[in-house]
């Protein structure tokens, strides 16, 4: 039983093998205590905004990388699941990277389309609203995409902008 899990001692985001196993989050997703968010789990009744997806992908993105595409969409809060593979784009030296983490695609950005989400005294950049119906244009090979271009469109997540 996971009651109290709103207490501003515990992490915006628990993921599995930190506070607890996965095992456990799981259940309490199950017993309908936790909500899931990507690879993390909030606790039911918490609003869940962008920095909670943010938090999710953080283990994903490595420094110098921005999210983009449909990860990017479901950062500005469009879409109801964290899309695999993740979206990352780069440019200059970061573009080079030799994909060390899991389902990862990369390709290359602008760096002055980026916005910056702090989670936890670290940085997460991203698309912004606009930069990310661009891409979401460009890429769009399902009529999900055209969805999820029509939700990035209607609403920005309330994201800050902090424009590097």
Do not use: K
Not at 64 to 73: F, K, L
Not at 97 to 103: K, Q, T
């Amino acid at each position: 039983m996971l009651w109290g899990m709103s207490s501003p001692a515990l992490p915006l985001l628990l993921l599995g093998g930190r506070e607890f196993s996965v095992a456990e989050l799981t259940a309490a997703r199950l017993d309908g205590e936790l909500l899931a968010v990507g690879d993390g789990f909030a606790p039911v009744g918490a609003p869940v905004d962008s920095r909670h997806r943010a938090a999710a992908l953080l283990a994903d993105v490595p420094p110098g990388y921005t999210v983009v595409g449909r990860s990017a969409a479901w950062l500005h809060g469009a879409g109801g699941r964290c899309p695999v593979p993740v979206e990352i784009g780069g440019s200059g030296p970061a573009a080079r990277w030799e994909r060390p983490y899991r389902s990862v695609r990369t390709m290359r950005i602008r760096l002055d389309q980026r916005l910056r989400i702090l989670v936890g005294g670290l940085e997460l950049s991203t698309l912004s609203p606009i930069g990310t119906a661009i891409d979401l244009a460009r890429i769009g090979e399902t009529t999900e995409d055209a969805a999820l271009l029509g939700e990035v469109l209607a609403h920005d997540g309330g994201l800050e902008r902090d424009r590097p």
